[in-house]
């Protein structure tokens, strides 16, 4: 099927690492993709990773890429009460240019 | 540059009445999506265009829907008649020419139902 997974919930300290991961289907995605939304708002673009890429790191965020197990990873390091948010991955499917979304990970940062 | 331009934000209908979103893309995107987020459903596309002329409209539910692009700088979404089950967050994105893909979200309209 064209699902992408991802897991509902995930609670962290501030200051903690963050790590959200995502399952994907199809593995001749060329890109994929890390969203936020903050309540009340849209989509925010955070990064992608090409994925002839093992890892992108942009600041405090880092984009691992399993590509045999098609796993994507995103861990936000020094987590802060303002990143609070719902995170979707997202790839496109071959000969697709819209991208289809996982369920989100909601992520909860307790001071 | 402004951003993903959506309108009106927010809308409360009745059941029965048509509704019309609008949007408005980045200048210079060639791309347009429309998405439908509903806690049951998530994220789904609805119907995308590339230069102004609809691609994939698969996701469009039914026949109560429709989506034009008239030119580079505006599309509509109409629903006619509204229905209950309709009322969710219709997001519209924009996209450039690019191999990336990536995406570029309006702030959404929030529907209502009644």
């Known amino acids: 099927g064209e699902d992408v997974e991802q897991s509902l919930f995930l609670s962290v300290r501030e200051g903690d690492s963050s790590v959200i991961n995502c399952t994907y289907t199809d593995s001749s995605s060329t890109y994929l993709y890390w969203y936020k939304q903050e309540p009340g708002a849209g989509l925010q673009l955070l990064t992608y990773i090409f994925s002839n890429m093992d890892m992108k790191q942009d600041q405090r965020l880092t984009v691992l890429l399993n590509k045999k197990d098609k796993h994507l990873s995103l861990r936000i390091a020094d987590t802060q009460t303002g990143d609070s948010a719902i995170y979707f991955c997202a790839e496109n499917l071959t000969g697709r240019r819209a991208l289809t979304f996982g369920s989100g990970t909601r992520l909860q940062v307790q001071p | 540059d402004a951003g993903v331009i959506q309108s009106p934000r927010h809308e409360v209908t009745e059941m029965g009445q048509e509704v019309t979103l609008r949007c408005k893309p980045i200048s210079g995107h060639n791309s347009l999506f429309w998405y439908r987020q509903t806690m049951m459903r998530g994220l789904e596309l609805l119907i995308y265009?590339?230069?102004?002329?609809?691609?994939?409209d698969s996701g469009m539910p039914e026949d109560r829907f429709s989506a034009k692009m008239p030119n580079a700088s505006f599309s509509t979404l109409k629903i006619q008649p509204s229905e209950p089950r309709d009322s969710a967050v219709y997001f519209c994105?924009?996209?450039?020419?690019?191999?990336?893909?990536?995406?570029?979200f309006g702030p959404g309209t929030r529907l209502t139902v009644l």
């Open positions: 994105a924009s996209s450039p020419s690019v191999r990336t893909d990536t995406q570029y």
């Open positions: 265009f590339n230069n102004n002329v609809p691609i994939d």
